[in-house]
C-alpha cells in the first residue's frame, strides 16, 4: 500500500515542478511565409497537398461535426470526400498529428464564436464548408 502511495506523492510533485517549470516559460508564435517560386517541384507538390489534406479534414469534421470532433478524428489516416460520382476514401499523407489537432482546435474556437455571438442576439448560421484551405498550424 506504501508503495502505491510512494508513486502518487512522487507524480504530484512532479507536476507540481513542472507547472513552476511553465510559469517562468515565455510562448512564442512565429508566422513563416514562404516564397512559392524558391520550392523545387516536390515541395511545391507536398505544400499543396498538405492544404488539401487540410481542406479535406476540415470539411470532413464540419460533416457530421457532433460525432467528428472529439480526439479520435487527431487519430485519422484516412477521411471520406464526396465527389460527384458519389464518395471516395482518400489517405492523409501529409497531415502531422499536430496540423490535425491544429485545425480540430480551430473548429472549435469557432463554435465557441458563433455560440457567443448567439447569445448575444446575433444572427450567426453554421460553421461552412471550405473551397480553399490555406492556414495550417502545427506546434
Known amino acids: 500500500m506504501s508503495i502505491a502511495l510512494d508513486k502518487k506523492q512522487k507524480i504530484k510533485e512532479s507536476l507540481k515542478k513542472t507547472k513552476e517549470k511553465r510559469k517562468k516559460q515565455t510562448p512564442k508564435v512565429y508566422q513563416l511565409k514562404i516564397s512559392y517560386s524558391n520550392l523545387n517541384n516536390?515541395?511545391?507538390?507536398?505544400?499543396?497537398?498538405?492544404?488539401?489534406?487540410?481542406?479535406?479534414?476540415y470539411n470532413y469534421t464540419v460533416a457530421d461535426i457532433e460525432n467528428r470532433l472529439n480526439s479520435?478524428?487527431?487519430?485519422?489516416?484516412?477521411?471520406?470526400?464526396?465527389?460527384?460520382?458519389?464518395?471516395?476514401?482518400?489517405?492523409?499523407?501529409?497531415?502531422?498529428?499536430?496540423?490535425?489537432?491544429?485545425?480540430?482546435?480551430?473548429?472549435?474556437?469557432?463554435?465557441?464564436?458563433l455560440s457567443k455571438a448567439k447569445q448575444k442576439g446575433i444572427k450567426a448560421g453554421k460553421l461552412k464548408f471550405k473551397s480553399d484551405d490555406r492556414k495550417v498550424v502545427s506546434s
Open 42 to 57: 516536390q515541395q511545391k507538390q507536398w505544400l499543396e497537398r498538405v492544404f488539401l489534406e487540410a481542406k479535406w479534414l
Open 72 to 113: 479520435k478524428t487527431e487519430k485519422l489516416k484516412q477521411v471520406e470526400i464526396k465527389i460527384p460520382q458519389g464518395i471516395e476514401t482518400r489517405e492523409l499523407i501529409c497531415l502531422s498529428s499536430q496540423m490535425k489537432q491544429g485545425i480540430l482546435d480551430r473548429i472549435k474556437k469557432n463554435l465557441s464564436d
